[in-house]
Nanobody, 126 residues
Framework: VQLRAFGGGLVQAGGSLRLSCTVP????????INWFRQATGKEREGISC????????YYADSVKGRFTISRDNAKNTVYLQMNSLKPEDTAVYYC????????????????????WGKGTLVTVSS
């Protein structure tokens, strides 16, 4: 199972993008879904999670107040709305399913992650 993350691109600082994460033929309804990002030369950073059961959301301090995670089960899609983008948000963004239906909090490393998608590049120019 390979998730598909898309919606990245080039945007000026202060702009917005919305990333989507989906996978044909596989129901995401029962899984917590996590977003990660990895900038060149840096470790992968967990930035957000949304639970399946109650829709609880979690955010890393670096994106809190600017990014919003949501899910549309009818479309089998999880979104990451990114506002007030900064050059330091430049990275490849990945989504991943958790083995659990509830988030473990802000994702920390790969622990508990089951399926991953190919990333989508977000570039924020200053």
């Amino acid at each position: 199972v390979q998730l598909r993350a898309f919606g990245g691109g080039l945007v000026q600082a202060g702009g917005s993008l919305r990333l989507s994460c989906t996978v044909p033929g596989f129901n995401l309804d029962y899984y917590a879904i996590n977003w990660f990002r990895q900038a060149t030369g840096k470790e992968r950073e967990g930035i957000s999670c949304i639970s399946s059961n109650d829709g609880s959301t979690y955010y890393a301090d670096s994106v809190k107040g600017r990014f919003t995670i949501s899910r549309d089960n009818a479309k089998n899609t999880v979104y990451l709305q990114m506002n007030s983008l900064k050059p330091e948000d430049t990275a490849v963004y990945y989504c991943a399913t958790d083995t659990l239906s509830n988030c473990r909090g802000v994702p920390q490393g790969d622990y508990g992650m089951e399926f991953w998608g190919k990333g989508t590049l977000v570039t924020v120019s200053s």
